[in-house]
Every structure is written in structure tokens, then in C-alpha cells.
């Protein structure tokens, strides 16, 4: 997996005294990127029976991907239950089944009542039979946009009402004092997650200096799809 | 990786210059997806050679008497026979739609060999066919779950041995493969052997089960070595050591930096197959920018060619490529961010007996050989 004994970007003072967590604080880069890769592999699920040629293993092997994210976000304590007062909505302390892959392109209706209670660990999350309903109607419309997408992913707990309060009570000027110490300059997203660094030399060198050097890269199509907003919330409530 | 330098690559412990020799299929631009080639494959004795598309068309060449008048150049390939496989069908029972591509081609030996065939168009199962029984299969591999949403592996890729016909191998998405002997069960969920190499703990990556996956499994023709491919690499395999493969050649390790964008689009997810010549002293395999890979395990040296048009000239001979990994990039050399990941070579085929290789790049097949000197 991606070192976890990562050095700070930004030092900002803090002190780094809680473990396998901070270390993935003091990366934002690292949770940034493999929530992004999380995102990319769950549309691509979504979309596995719309495909020309229905490909059993490659269905099998995002979700397989999807498995070893949430795993590790779990690990980290990233991966959160979703607050109650969103409305129907399971709880998301669970894992992503491949039972997404039974079903067909002309199973309009979204699954029946077995899932969704409480079987672990393989239980279909929410997040994977909702918009798979709706992305047959719309295959078009992202499923984030479909579904109040920080809600399902269950990374933004009750204090993210409270941020957003924040933002909205603030003057301009400290909105972007609030938002100064974030680095939002795009990281190469290959080099984060395949843990090589530096296309030109291999080996495994400490990723953060890496990074510092590695040319910006444009954001990938389906990146664009999340908004730079999201992306720095995240932080906030991570930090 | 070295590219030999005055080009022409190694095998059989020779040095050989590969020249173009024949170009089949459309030069349009626009590729149909009917078109796409989806299978090649040489019969027993090499003057057979047939392709099968996505559109469910097979096409057989046939190879031409040596022209006695031009005793240098070798039998070209002409088309012998055409005719469509089968057609779409919609399984109304089971709502299942049941598309035209071919899989794959077996040319049935002439000798009283082996009269079984294997087939695993179900991630899920391999069947055993009886030649001459066509109406129904037997079943000796099944791995669906009784719960799918324990699905976590399927099967790859499956093939016999080419000598005891009782014996056969499948791969999986993990990147093992089981080694079974149908007289030992009838049913075959025990393995007798199983081959899987220990992960590299300090490379481990989110795509490491992805690019372990195995794409194509094929016993060397003396039986005795069994090679894989996976999306980075081909592994040589003994047949009597399971714990690790005794050969790894690395077909394009310059993309194991770029495995997100390749995730992105798709591209990881490629099923790149290999092929051993016919004396099992060189391999060959495919990659991106039309570009295949050969590799002599005699001399340990490795060649990458490409397949365009551009050097279709009769008897034209292939340069090697190469491509820039890094820092300045030479003449002639091709840097990774250059290569056109739509232009794949997923399937080759070497002719069992002679230095003669079938290249199938999308829609065109392209036919090269040795020089004779």
C-alpha cells in the first residue's frame, strides 16, 4: 500500500501526535487522490451494464478496488456513517458487494428488501443501488450530482453543516484567510496512488518531495466532475 | 530494456531480421467494431492461418506454393475461405443477449489427438466439448458462488496440455493458475497444482490485483513450460515449481507510473495475449502504439516492433522501437506520453514451424517474416 510515514507538506504548526492518522493528515494529497479513484471506480460500476461488451471481470476487479479503499479508509477512521437526519439513507459502515454485478441493464427496479440490513460484511451499500436505479434513467447525469454525494460517501459528519455555516457567515476576506493554508494545486494523481514517484525514475522515494517537483498536470475528465469546493472541504473536515 | 542495436531480433539463438510481408484489412481511418480483429491463429502446420472479428466473421488464409521463380520470398498468405461464425442472438429465456464476436479459434489436429475442446465464454465455468457432440457440454470447473455477492475472482483464460490430454490449466483475476487432471475428479474444484507468485510487498498499489490479472495462459510446445501475461509482464513457468515463475520479462514497465490514467480509460483492463514460437526458445506479446514485443530466452535479449503502415513496403525491414522512459529523448525514440493507447496489438500468433509471425492491430492483420540471408 501507499507509505503511511509521509513528511508534511505545509508545516503549520501543529503537532503531530496521533499516529497513522496525522500521518495521513499531514498528506492531503493522499486522501484527496484516493477518494478520487474511490469516486472514478464506483461510476464505473455504475455504468459496468451499460457497456457494449459486458466484462464480468473487469466489473469484479473495480470492486475489488472499491473493497480495498473502503478497507483502509475504514482503517483510518475516514470512512464515517452517514449523520441520521439524512433521510433514508443505510448507514455506510459497510462494504461494497459485487452484487451490483447480478444485475442486468433491464433491471429497472432498484434492489429488494434483503439488502441494506445488516448482514456484514457484504452487504450492497446505498450508495452503489440508488444511483444505479437513477443512472439508467439518466445515463448522462453524474451520479454525485443525483444524490447529494457528500452525504452518501459518509466522510462529512455533523460538523460539516457547521462549517458551511461558517463559510457563510464569513467576510470575503476570511473565507480566504480560512482557506490559505490549503494547497490546492493539483497533484499528480498517478504518482500518488501507484506509490512510484517521478515517472522518469524508479524506486520508491519519499512521495511528498516528489510531488513538490512533479509538474501539474490538467485534472482528468471525470476529476472535473467533483468541484474544487468538494475537495477542500474534505480537507477542512480531515485536518 | 535492450533493443538489439543494428536491429532484427534474436530468436532461436540466430539473429533474425523481421521484414514486412503482407497487410490484410481496411485502411480507413473509421474501424467498424464489427471489423476488429479479435482472434488469430496459425493451424498445426502453419499453411493455415485464421482470424475470426467482433462482427462473427472468420476469415481462413492459405498459405501459397513457394514461387519457385522468387525462391527467396516464402509463400504469401491468400484467403482461402470466409464465412460468418454466427449470428447475434437474444436468449429469450434468460434474457440474455449472445453477441457474434469470435473468442477464439482452435484448428482441430489432423493426427487422432485429442478430440476435446475446452471452452470458457462463462467467467464462470469451463466446459468440456466432445468434438462430435455438439448439442451439449460438460462442466468441470465452477466457481460461481452460490451468493454472487461473493464474487470475488473469475476465471481468465484456460487451455490444454498440448500432450496429455487429460490435463488442463485455468487462470483468474488473482494471477494464479490451477493446473487440473480430469482423471482425478470428474468435477474439477481441486487443483492438482497451483501457481501463484508472492506479491511484492514494497509495489503494492491499489491496481496491484488488477495488473496481476491474467489475461492468457499458454503451455509451451513441449509441454514442459507454461507462460502467462499479465498487464505489465509474461511469466515462464515450470510446470514442476509453483511457487514462482522462472522466467519475468517486463513487456512495458514504463506504464506502471501511469496504471491511474490507464485505470481511468480503460486501458488497464486490456486482455493483451502471448504466444511461444515453435521452438519454445522465443515469446512474443503485445502492447500499445501497434507496438508487439519479442523475447529470447536463450540470449536473454528482447526486440520491440511495430506493426504500421508506414513500413509496409515488401520485404521492408522492421526497426526496432524504443521507448523514452525518461530525461532527454533520443532520436527516433518515442516518449510514454506519446504512445497512441488505441492503436493495441492484443493478439499475435507465431507459425509453429517457421520464423513467421501474424500481428492482428484493430482491424488489419499483418503478416511478417524472417529474411533469409
Known amino acids: ?239 | 530494456m535492450a533493443g538489439a542495436g543494428g536491429g532484427g531480433c534474436p530468436a532461436g539463438g540466430n539473429d533474425l531480421q523481421w521484414c514486412f510481408s503482407q497487410v490484410k484489412g481496411a485502411i480507413d481511418e473509421d474501424v467498424a467494431e464489427a471489423d476488429i480483429i479479435s482472434t488469430v491463429e496459425f493451424n498445426y502446420s502453419g499453411d493455415l492461418l485464421a482470424t475470426g472479428d467482433k462482427g462473427g466473421r472468420v476469415v481462413i488464409f492459405q498459405r501459397e506454393q513457394e514461387n519457385k521463380s522468387r525462391p527467396h520470398s516464402r509463400g504469401e498468405y491468400n484467403v482461402y475461405s470466409t464465412f460468418q461464425s454466427h449470428e447475434p442472438e437474444f436468449d429469450y429465456l434468460k434474457s440474455l443477449e449472445i453477441e457474434e464476436k469470435i473468442n477464439k479459434i482452435r484448428w482441430l489436429p489432423q493426427q487422432n489427438a485429442a478430440h476435446f475442446l475446452l471452452s470458457t465464454n462463462d467467467d464462470l465455468r469451463i466446459n468440456l466439448w466432445h468434438l462430435e457432440i455438439t448439442d451439449r457440454s460438460f462442466n468441470i470447473v465452477d466457481i460461481k458462488p452460490a451468493n454472487m455477492e461473493e464474487l470475488t475472482e473469475v476465471i481468465t483464460a484456460a487451455e490444454f496440455h498440448p500432450r496429455q490430454c487429460n490435463v488442463f490449466v485455468y487462470s483468474s483475476s488473482k494471477g494464479t493458475v490451477r493446473l487440473c487432471d480430469m482423471r482425478s475428479s470428474a468435477l474439477c474444484d481441486r487443483h492438482s497444482k497451483f501457481f501463484e507468485e508472492p506479491e511484492d510487498p514494497s509495489s503494492r498499489s491499489f491496481f496491484s490485483e488488477i495488473i496481476s490479472s491474467i489475461s492468457d495462459v499458454k503451455f509451451s510446445h513441449s509441454g514442459r513450460y507454461m507462460m502467462t501475461r499479465d498487464y505489465l509482464s509474461v511469466k515462464v513457468w515450470d510446470l514442476n515449481m509453483e511457487s514462482r515463475p522462472v522466467e519475468t520479462h517486463q513487456v512495458h514497465e514504463y506504464l506502471r507510473s501511469k496504471l491511474c490514467s490507464l485505470y481511468e480509460n480503460d486501458c488497464i483492463f486490456d486482455k493483451f495475449e502471448c504466444c511461444w514460437n515453435g521452438s519454445d526458445s522465443a515469446i512474443m506479446t503485445g502492447s500499445y502504439n501497434n507496438f508487439f514485443r519479442m523475447f529470447d530466452r536463450n540470449t536473454r535479449r528482447d526486440v520491440t516492433l511495430e506493426a504500421s503502415r508506414e513500413n509496409s513496403k515488401p520485404r521492408a525491414s522492421l526497426k526496432p522501437r524504443k521507448v523514452c522512459t525518461g530525461g532527454k529523448r533520443k532520436k527516433d525514440e518515442i516518449s510514454v506520453d506519446s504512445l497512441d493507447f488505441n492503436k493495441k496489438i492484443l493478439h499475435t500468433a507465431w507459425h509453429p514451424a517457421e520464423n513467421i509471425i501474424a500481428v492482428a492491430a484493430t482491424n488489419n492483420l499483418y503478416i511478417f517474416q524472417d529474411r533469409i540471408n
Not at chain 1, 462494504?95 to 447480478?102: G, H, P, R
Not at chain 1, 515517472?199 to 474544487?228: F, I, M, Q, R
Open chain 1, 1 to 239: 500500500m501507499f507509505a503511511r510515514g509521509l513528511k508534511r507538506k505545509c508545516a503549520d504548526g501543529e503537532e503531530d501526535g496521533e499516529g497513522a492518522l496525522a500521518a495521513l493528515r499531514a498528506a492531503p494529497s493522499y486522501s484527496l487522490q484516493r477518494q478520487s479513484l474511490l469516486d472514478m471506480s464506483l461510476v464505473k460500476l455504475q455504468l459496468c451494464h451499460m457497456l457494449v461488451e459486458p466484462n464480468l471481470c473487469r466489473s469484479v476487479l473495480i470492486a475489488n478496488t472499491v473493497r480495498q479503499i473502503q478497507e483502509e479508509m475504514t482503517q483510518d477512521g475516514t470512512w464515517r456513517v452517514t449523520a441520521p437526519q439524512t433521510v433514508g439513507r443505510a448507514p455506510l459502515d459497510r462494504l461494497v458487494s459485487t452484487e451490483i454485478l447480478c444485475r442486468s441493464a433491464r433491471e429497472a427496479e432498484p434492489p429488494g428488501p434483503g439488502l441494506g440490513d445488516g448482514h456484514a460484511p457484504d452487504m450492497v451499500s446505498e450508495l452503489c443501488v440508488v444511483p444505479s436505479a437513477q443512472a439508467l434513467q439518466s445515463p448522462q447525469s453524474s451520479v454525485w450530482e443525483v444524490d447529494s454525494p457528500r452525504e452518501n460517501r459518509g466522510s462529512f459528519p455533523k460538523s460539516l453543516d457547521q462549517i458551511f455555516e461558517t463559510l457563510d457567515s464569513k467576510t470575503p476576506g476570511a473565507v480566504e484567510e480560512l482557506f490559505s493554508d490549503v494547497d490546492s494545486s493539483y497533484y499528480d494523481l498517478d504518482a500518488v496512488l501507484t506509490g512510484m514517484v517521478g515517472g522518469a525514475k524508479s524506486g520508491h522515494s519519499d512521495t511528498l518531495d516528489a510531488l513538490a517537483s512533479a509538474p501539474a498536470l490538467p485534472p482528468s475528465s471525470s476529476c472535473k466532475d467533483l468541484g474544487e469546493l468538494d475537495h477542500v472541504v474534505e480537507i477542512l473536515v480531515e485536518t
